[in-house]
């Protein structure tokens, strides 16, 4: 099944608690950065954006942090609700012309009620 | 439209056979972009288009695969003889940003690929 070869790194947390996932990114060149949503069957979903001259940008209960020195990316997810169960993605991007996205592995976040 | 458009969600095919797949960008947005997704895991990056030239093909494999955008009409992506790993999920996206695709890229629904 499609489970052979699937080994997601999965965060397991109850509805209401803070949420946090992380990526470590591969291009120090890269320069934007974004965190998608994949839930079953669908195509991912953008969260939320962030760029290299800022370190943190928040959305709606959801806040990226960038640490450009340790080339990481995290993704807080405040009061986290069953609805966020999914896979996330982080993908980084270079404006040097080499503009394909980069995905990490995923994450996937499981939330019991 | 308001939302990337794939066609068919699923297509099954012997190994050998030739796929086509489908995309609709969303309107006004200018760059393509086709991923690759094999076990839930991660994309591989095909190709991208802007507007209907290629953009970016590093990702392609050379010999079976091709893919076109051309006006007025959905891009496609093609691969002639269906291999077993050409099983995967297909995703089309596109971006909208004139100076360059690096905006943000909004994914279609994917299109499943079964090579038998």
């Known amino acids: 099944g499609e489970s052979v070869g699937l080994h997601l790194p999965t965060l397991s947390v109850q509805e209401g608690d803070n949420s946090i996932i992380n990526c470590a990114y591969s291009n120090s060149a890269s320069d934007y950065f974004i965190w998608y949503k994949q839930e079953s069957g669908k195509g991912p979903q953008f969260i939320i954006d962030i760029r290299s001259n800022m370190d943190k940008r928040q959305g709606q209960r959801v806040t990226v942090l960038l640490n450009k020195t340790v080339k990481h990316l995290s993704l807080q997810i405040a009061a986290t609700q069953p609805g966020d169960s999914a896979v996330y993605f982080c993908a980084e991007n270079m404006n040097s012309g080499y503009s394909t996205l980069t995905f990490g592995k995923g994450t996937m976040l499981l939330v019991s009620p | 439209g308001e939302e990337v458009a794939q066609t068919p969600k699923h297509l099954v095919r012997g190994e050998g056979q030739k796929a086509k797949l489908y995309c609709a960008p969303i309107?006004?947005?200018?760059?393509v972009f086709w991923y690759q997704q094999v076990l839930k895991n991660e994309f591989k990056f095909l190709i991208s288009f802007q507007n209907e030239n290629v953009f970016d093909e590093t990702g392609m494999p050379k010999e079976r695969f091709s893919a076109k955008c051309l006006p007025n009409s959905p891009c496609s992506l093609e691969i002639q003889a269906t291999k077993l790993e050409d099983s995967a999920v297909y995703f089309c996206?596109?971006?909208?940003?004139?100076?360059?695709?690096?905006?943000?890229?909004?994914f279609g629904p994917g299109t499943r690929l079964t090579v038998l």
């Open positions: 996206a596109s971006s909208h940003n004139q100076e360059g695709p690096t905006d943000t890229q909004y």
């Open positions: 309107k006004g947005h200018s760059y």
